[in-house]
């Protein structure tokens, strides 16, 4: 996607403010090891389905969705399904005006006409007035725009994150809180105050969301409705769907093709 020449820009904190990007044709199916870039990224999804690991927690990015990274913070990606995207990598500089910590933010189409129109410069040339100006306000777009809810945050405590691993990697396990709290080494009632405590979320709230990011995940590689419902432990499609409805407005097969046409 890079040329070493752009590679070098990208890992510098000087030069342009910003450096403009776009994945021509289609990413390779792939999870990076972790690592980190001197400059923030932002990073819209075209199609596919990319999930982002940090030191804090999972968030994923589904089609039509934007994923932004602090300047030097810790991550791998991997990536589902034929996918391409574009996005800017953003100098320290002028990164302290956009959130502190990792995000998935909504993109409208103005935000979305700015980064398209930056792919065109060269990073090595100086930015003339129109262009810093064109910075200016794509910087406001992205400090403005909404903050989607497909964030998983993972608890610090040792003993819960082997719970909350063991269910993200088998989200069919249908075993309640008594059962976990039993499996970890821990009463209940400390299970459920710890992952409010550490994660902002109940515990049944934890898990219904990372069914929902191994939901995605299936779904944007072309497994169908009924095989993901019943992989991630749903007792009929109809209830699965229900859950996908709830969080995302719309059923599975809606939401893909929805995002389908608007990637045309």
């Not at 980064?115 to 930015?127: D, G, K, N, P, Y």
Request: glycine fraction near 8%.
């Amino acid at each position: 996607m890079f040329d070493q020449a752009l590679w070098d820009a990208v890992e510098r904190a000087d030069g342009p403010p910003l450096i403009a990007y776009r994945a021509e044709g289609h990413l390779p199916l792939a999870e990076t090891d972790w690592h980190s870039h001197v400059r923030g990224q932002f990073f819209y999804v075209e199609s596919g389905l990319f999930i982002s690991r940090t030191t804090s927690g999972s968030w994923m990015l589904p089609p039509h969705r934007a994923g932004w990274l602090p300047p030097g913070e810790l991550h791998t990606v991997s990536i589902t399904g034929p996918s391409r995207g574009w996005g800017v990598f953003i100098a320290p500089c002028v990164a302290d005006c956009l959130p502190a910590h990792p995000c998935v933010l909504g993109v409208n189409d103005l935000l979305r006409a700015l980064v398209i129109r930056a792919t065109s410069w060269t990073f090595r040339q100086e930015l003339n007035a129109e262009q810093e100006r064109i910075i200016t306000v794509l910087l406001d777009e992205i400090r403005r725009a909404p903050i989607e809810p497909l964030y998983l945050p993972m608890p610090t405590d040792r003993r819960l994150q082997r719970i909350a691993t063991s269910i993200y990697e088998h989200p069919e396990d249908t075993r309640g809180l008594d059962d976990w709290a039993a499996w970890g080494g821990m009463s209940s009632r400390t299970l459920s105050r710890l992952f409010r405590q550490q994660t902002a979320c109940s515990f049944a709230q934890w898990r219904q969301q990372a069914r929902l990011t191994r939901a995605l995940e299936r779904l944007a590689g072309g497994e169908p409705v009924a095989t993901v419902a019943d992989a991630l432990g749903y007792a009929t499609p109809s209830a699965f769907v229900a859950m996908f409805r709830k969080s995302f407005g719309q059923s599975p097969g809606r939401y893909f093709a929805q995002q389908a046409e608007g990637a045309r």
